[in-house]
């Protein structure tokens, strides 16, 4: 009897010195890299931030694969406070960074598979997705992975791009990136909303003379040609809000903003929309709809010029801010 208690004494004395010398480790490695570099426990998140590291059918620039550590790196570099809202949206929104999900860069049908998995088990959690990709072909994924919360008859997907991405198939698949927002609209019953579109291909603007969603496309020449005063008509924010259901989700392409702004994207078009114009709509959509989620895609790291992450980053935090910490102060 004394030897098995002198043997359970021994054995927690050596785990606790155990949990010590990882605890150090632990310090001595310094911080991980995670969002805004704080790791709040998934039990205690009202975000979680999912990195995909996926890019395969890319057509140009590759590297987006690399986007998610670029951004997550860069995110640590923010400040908490955001001086618009007045207040530190991390507070109010904490947020985990998961795992890098385990991407098949050989089986794009796969991956969206994956993606779809881990979405569907972060609403069962009740928390808010946050994807940063890779690829935009993801997008397809996380939306199917909604559908175990939300009705997707009812939700709407407000897409920030330079490209409409709604070829049938291209280079023989469904799930390429040039296809990504075609996949989108056949999962949704509600509107799919472009915006900042300058390039598109011939099939593509035939089928949305057809299909009827040319009225949903709000072209970044017109964006640009309605400014007053260098800012975006207020009647075009108007417009791209009312015609979003009430349940969104919101896919940012980061080639959306203009590449003097981002450099590092896989199709860098010029004649993109400033910084400005999309806090102007994001802002306005998150106050009038309900944001279940949404996801940063493309951005391709161009080292040593970091801008491209550090604006993806903020990009992100502005939107926690203006989707979900809007209604406390
Ligand atoms: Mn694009």
Redo the contacts with the bound molecule.
């Keep these: 009897m004394l030897l098995f208690l002198y043997l359970l004494f021994f054995l927690s004395e050596f785990m606790s010195n155990h949990l010590e010398l990882e605890q150090d480790l632990e310090r001595l490695s310094g911080p991980k890299k995670v969002f805004m570099g704080i790791q709040i426990p998934i039990k205690e998140a009202k975000a979680l931030l999912l990195p995909v590291p996926y890019d395969s059918t890319t057509s140009y620039g590759v590297g987006t694969r690399f986007g998610p550590n670029a951004i997550i790196e860069a995110s640590m570099q923010l400040e908490f406070y955001d001086i618009e809202l007045g207040k530190d949206v991390f507070e109010e929104i904490p947020v985990h960074t998961l795992d890098e999900l385990a991407v098949n860069k050989g089986d794009p049908a796969r991956t969206v598979h994956l993606v779809e998995s881990a979405v569907d088990k972060i609403v069962s959690l009740n928390k808010y997705p946050i994807v940063l990709g890779g690829e935009?072909s993801i997008t397809p994924g996380i939306i199917s992975g909604l559908k175990s919360k939300y009705d997707l008859s009812k939700l709407s997907v407000l897409q920030i791009?330079?490209?409409t991405?709604l070829r049938d198939s291209y280079e023989g698949t469904k799930n390429s990136h040039a296809s990504a927002m075609k996949r989108v609209k056949d999962l949704i019953g509600g509107s799919l909303v472009q915006v900042g579109i300058r390039s598109m291909c011939q099939e593509e603007a035939q089928y949305a003379k057809e299909s009827g969603q040319e009225k949903n496309i709000h072209y970044a020449h017109k964006i640009y040609a309605n400014k007053k005063g260098g800012k975006i008509d207020p009647d075009d924010v108007k417009k791209i809000v009312s015609s979003l259901g009430d349940l969104v989700f919101v896919t940012f392409?980061i080639?959306g903003l203009d590449p003097s702004i981002v450099p590092g994207t896989g199709?860098p078009e010029p004649g993109g929309l400033t910084w400005e114009d999309c806090m102007a709509i994001l802002h306005a959509v998150g106050e009038k709809k309900a944001v279940v989620g949404f996801d940063i895609v493309?951005v391709t790291p161009t080292p040593p010029l970091k801008v491209s992450e550090f604006v993806a980053a903020k990009l992100a935090y502005k939107m926690m801010g203006y989707f979900w910490a809007k209604n406390k102060k």
């Design positions: 935009h791009d330079a490209h991405d392409d080639d199709t493309e």
